[in-house]
């Protein structure tokens, strides 16, 4: 499982003009489901996403999860994270999981999160989305698991 996330001070998505999942502060997160993406990679993930020090403390250091910040957390599907891109023009997309594999896979990263964290939106699975953001610093990371 691959997740590129950002840290935000608000970020949104639109499916046909609607917006369908919005967070303020807090963290986007671009999702690519791998082949093999078990419980043990997507409740890493979500501990990763949880958990991981992108947020300054006092001092202007990142030492402060998005637990620590309450903030929100977006999640989005993106399947072309996991392309393979090292030769040719046009990406490759056999390092993707199946759809009907992502979708499941996606779909319990995204419970699982809500299970542990008060504020997750997302967008919607397999359709045309419209994503904005306003990254903060920019910070940008890229997690695999």
Known sequence: MIALIQRVLEASVRVDDETVGAIGPGLLALVAVEPGDDEARITRMVDRLLGYRVFADAE??????????????????????AADTRSGMRPGFSTAAEPAAA?????RLLAACRTRHPVVETG??????????????????????
């Open 103 to 107: 979708r499941a896979g996606f779909e």
């Open 60 to 81: 202007g250091r990142m030492n402060r999860s998005l637990a620590d910040t309450g903030g929100g957390l977006l999640l989005v599907s993106q399947f072309t994270l």
């Open 124 to 145: 919607r699975f397999g359709a045309h989305m419209v994503v904005s953001l306003a990254n903060d610093g920019p910070v940008t990371f890229r997690l695999q698991t």
